[in-house]
């Protein structure tokens, strides 16, 4: 035989080995989610539920002083009536701020725990098909020893 001349076997163990080079490389590498804190969870939407509601009414000691505090309500309560609207708007808007905030939470939440059941999904999935392909490929390479050894007996024969 010439150097040119190669046999079925070489060729075969050369092209699996090549195979087998790119199966190795190209086999699914799933990194691990990172943990994370839902954001239903979080300190600083806590804090918004907790502290939407702002009242509007003076807060304070009394100054001691019959007439100063007198004057005191009589202006609170003027400048109360004609901010009424503005306020009732104002603690409608926090309202609904927050339970958007609440419900923008919920959501994230949701979507997160979802990605996570799908990347499972996907690494699990992507194990029965790796761990099926080296079933297969297990399969064929029995197939090939036995052309192989069928070959050789034929050449045994011819000879």
Known sequence: MA??????????EQLWQRADGVLLASRPVLPDL??????????????LNTHWSIDPTPDG???????????KRRLAATVLSTLHRYFEQERDY?????????AL???CGRLAR??????QTI???SRRLSDRQD?????????????????????GKKQ
């Open 123 to 125: 690494g699990d999935e």
């Open 61 to 71: 000691p009394d100054s001691g002083v019959e007439w100063k505090d007198k004057a």
């Open 135 to 155: 079933v297969l490929h297990a399969r064929l390479e029995d197939r090939i020893a036995v052309l192989e050894a069928r070959i050789a007996e034929l050449e």
């Open 105 to 107: 939470a919920g959501w």
């Open 114 to 119: 979802e990605i996570r059941v799908v990347a």
């Open 34 to 47: 990172p943990e994370y804190e839902s954001p239903e969870h979080d300190e600083n939407l806590r804090y």
């Open 3 to 12: 150097d040119t001349d190669i046999t079925a076997q070489v060729l075969v």
């Open 94 to 102: 926090l309202a609904h701020s927050v339970r958007h905030a609440n």
